[in-house]
């Protein structure tokens, strides 16, 4: 038993491990710090000790036979619990770009798989070595890359707004319950549809790198330059005669002056540190690493005492001028 677990083992548990790795290499921009991917592979881990229990549950309640349980509930109990991760992580702007997603998603559905491979490896009936080739091939990368399409689709839907709505993340959950119902049905040999999905999910995050690339680039370029724009007028002396000068003047007949001074420095601060967050990110792509000196840490705690002196509303007046999406905040959690 223990020759069979050394062989067993490996089949089950690594190939999945080696696939996030190559997708994390492949993130020239190194926009996901291993510290976080860690953290959502234990946070799938317990989802998968959560799913046991809630699939059998309900196939307790519901007299379930194993094959529709597999099928048709299961894919959706377990598919939603994973998404919980990424909800989180879209929420708190800890993803920013598709690349991010394709990551964290695959990551997710690892500690799902790895979750449910220790529990059958711990179980006293292991299973020939074409079930752990099925297991750690087939049925860990499709976890992965299910999870991986719920991530992408649902930033792609909800990309430009702060929030995530639960009507976003509809077409992403379809379609990571359609792709887990599929190879549980098991239209095709179990290696067949092990092969299958093998070189279809592979390649289109692949896909999702490519065009994920290209957009970081072209944000890159664009909103550097527009940032960097933004600081010249603020510090011109001829601030007022711009479009944003005019915005800010409108605000007077709103708030008191000290508020506004306020305002004027939360716009400064915040798009010195999204220049410094863009700079960062190019210096990653060209294999630099720049530690975050104390500046930068002074004037995220400049950034927090001025939204306590602004508040809510003139945080939100201001908004406009900040561009204020998900991605714009997640830049800033680069420095953070």
Same mark, same amino acid.
């Given at each position: 038993m223990n020759t069979h677990l050394l062989v067993t083992a490996p089949l089950g548990l690594l190939p999945v491990l080696v696939f996030l790795g190559v997708l994390m290499y492949m993130d020239s921009y190194k926009l996901v710090r291993p510290r976080l991917v860690l953290g959502v592979i234990g946070?799938?881990?317990?989802?998968?000790? =959560?799913?046991?229990?809630?699939?059998?549950?309900? !196939? #307790?309640?519901? #007299?379930?036979? *194993?094959?529709?349980?597999?099928?048709?509930?299961?894919? *959706?109990?377990?598919?939603?619990l994973k998404a919980l991760v990424i909800v989180y992580l879209l929420r708190n702007c800890r993803i920013g770009f598709l690349v991010d997603s394709a990551i964290l998603g695959f990551a997710v559905g690892t500690g799902f798989a790895l979750g449910e491979n220790l529990y059958y490896l711990a179980s006293p009936e292991h299973g020939h070595h074409a079930i752990w080739v099925?297991?750690?091939?087939?049925?860990?990368?499709?976890?992965?890359? =299910?999870?991986? *399409?719920?991530? @992408? $689709?649902?930033? %792609?839907? /909800? #990309? !430009?707004?702060?929030? %995530?709505?639960? $009507?976003?993340?509809?077409?992403?959950? =379809?379609?990571?319950?359609? @792709?887990? /119902?599929?190879?549980?049905?098991f239209v095709l040999p179990p290696v067949q549809m092990t092969l299958l999905f093998l070189t279809t999910l592979p390649a289109l995050l692949y896909g999702v790198f490519i065009l994920s690339a290209s957009h970081l680039h072209h944000w890159l370029e664009l909103d550097f330059d527009d940032d960097? +724009?933004? *600081? !010249?007028?603020?510090? /011109?002396? +001829?601030?007022?005669?711009? !479009?944003?000068?005019?915005?800010?003047? #409108?605000?007077?007949?709103?708030?008191?002056?000290?508020?506004?001074?306020?305002?004027?420095?939360?716009?400064?601060?915040?798009?010195?540190l999204a220049l410094r967050a863009k700079g960062l990110l190019m210096m990653r792509q060209n294999g630099l690493e720049v530690p975050v000196d104390a500046q930068i840490r002074e004037k995220f705690a400049e950034l927090e005492h001025l939204e306590t002196s602004i508040g809510?509303?003139?945080?939100? =007046?201001?908004?406009?001028?900040?561009?204020?999406n998900r991605k714009d905040l997640w830049q800033l959690s680069v420095l953070d």
């Open positions: 946070a799938g881990c317990l989802l998968a000790v =959560a799913g046991y229990f809630v699939n059998s549950a309900l !196939r #307790d309640l519901f #007299d379930l036979s *194993i094959t529709s349980l597999s099928r048709y509930v299961g894919p *959706i109990t377990e598919e939603a099925v297991r750690g091939f087939g049925t860990a990368i499709m976890h992965g890359g =299910a999870t991986a *399409i719920f991530a @992408v $689709l649902t930033q %792609v839907f /909800s #990309d !430009r707004h702060l929030h %995530v709505s639960p $009507l976003a993340c509809i077409p992403g959950l =379809a379609a990571a319950i359609a @792709v887990h /119902s599929l190879f549980n049905h960097a +724009q933004f *600081i !010249r007028q603020l510090t /011109s002396g +001829q601030f007022g005669a711009t !479009r944003a000068g005019q915005f800010m003047a #409108d605000l007077k007949a709103h708030f008191d002056g000290p508020v506004l001074v306020d305002m004027l420095c939360y716009l400064r601060v915040y798009t010195e809510r509303t003139g945080l939100l =007046a201001i908004r406009p001028l900040l561009h204020m």
